[in-house]
């Protein structure tokens, strides 16, 4: 089947650079793409999100680039704190294009801030 | 405004049983999304409820079931419980623009 998925387990990075987390995605079908964020003990917590007919998007500290021609989506998180220490999830949306309905997920990138 | 409420947050199953779980949508959203987490395979999609009607589900056994009440409230079952429905189970709520979805902090199954 089908699948999102993300390069790295694991990103370790210091206090203050750059953070960019990739994700490869297979569906050429998929109109939506989201990136979430999740603690331990909490469920995912939406970070920004793109439609297909966008290639970047920027939010506060956060900017999504969608490479359509080689299924590519990447998270880049600016001065990065420790606050941001989380699981990173990519996913994609066939269905509807918004919301949370029958998303596929990648498996995740550990972000670890080193002070 | 309160966010996704989901209950109990903590669940100890023997294998056989059955369990029900409960999901309250942020108020006005009328989306309610379920979805499965285990370590080995991540996040998977179950079902997605709209006004009372399931929409769209994922690939999982007849075990799995859902409904959705008038007030957009959501509860997945599970029955015959085996030792790998152990997962953490997230639901995730949208509005009528199905657009940004929020998801509750799961709640934690395990089957002895």
């Known amino acids: 089947g089908e699948s999102v998925g993300l390069h790295l387990p694991t990103l370790s990075v210091q206090e203050g650079d750059n953070s960019i987390i990739n994700c490869a995605y297979s569906n050429s079908a998929s109109d939506y793409f989201i990136w979430y964020k999740q603690e331990s003990g909490k469920g995912p917590q939406f970070i920004i999100d793109?439609?297909?007919?966008?290639d970047k998007r920027q939010g506060q500290r956060v900017t999504v680039l969608l490479n359509k021609t080689v299924k590519h989506l990447s998270l880049q998180i600016a001065a990065t704190q420790p606050g941001d220490s989380a699981v990173y999830f990519c996913a994609e949306n066939m269905y509807s294009g918004g919301g949370a309905d029958g998303l596929t997920f990648g498996k995740g990138t550990h972000l670890i801030i080193q002070p | 405004k309160a966010g996704v409420t989901q209950t109990p947050r903590y669940l100890i199953k023997t294998r056989g049983q059955q369990v029900t779980l409960s999901c309250s949508p942020i108020?006005?959203?009328?989306?309610v999304s379920w979805y499965q987490q285990t370590p080995g395979q991540g996040l998977q999609f179950l079902f997605e409820?709209?006004?009372?009607?399931?929409?769209n589900k994922g690939n999982f056994p007849g075990r799995f079931s859902g409904r959705q009440f008038s007030n957009s409230r959501s509860e997945m079952n599970v029955s015959t419980l085996e030792l790998g429905d152990s997962a953490l189970y997230l639901c995730?709520?949208?509005?009528?623009?199905?657009?940004?979805?929020?998801f509750g902090q799961g709640t934690r199954l395990t089957v002895v």
């Open positions: 995730a709520s949208a509005g009528a623009e199905n657009t940004e979805a929020f």
């Open positions: 793109i439609r297909s007919n966008m």
């Open positions: 108020s006005g959203h009328r989306s």
């Open positions: 409820y709209f006004s009372e009607t399931q929409r």
